[in-house]
């Protein structure tokens, strides 16, 4: 029984530490971590909280390819949202999802992961 308290405890601890360290990266777009997608495809890294890229600058009306690669084995990274888009994604665990979007107006959309706490952003212009 004690076991199981202790148990219990280390784990509250454990979710504790897990929540503050994820409000951290709770709303980081930071300079670095923006992006102009040059090319018909941009690869997006999903890991330790954050899209790297978290912004991503996009032209309307042409077709673009978000590659997300999760390399976060927490279930809170599986699902990618667009919900301007309609769309919503199953990311494989370390291995490239291809997700192809066209733009059809200008804005700011953001995507997040279903909780929330990974979020990026399409800048579409
Ligand atoms: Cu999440």
Known sequence: MIILVNLL?????????????????????????????????????VENGVYTPDTIHVKKGKTITLRFTRKDPNPCAEMVLLPDFNTSAELPLNKPYDMKLTPEKEGEFEFTCQMGMYRGQLVVE
């Open 9 to 45: 405890g280390l784990a509250l601890i454990a979710l504790i530490v897990w929540w503050f360290w994820m409000a951290k990266s709770f709303t980081r777009h930071s300079a670095a971590n923006v992006v102009a997608a040059e090319h018909d495809l941009v690869a997006i890294d």
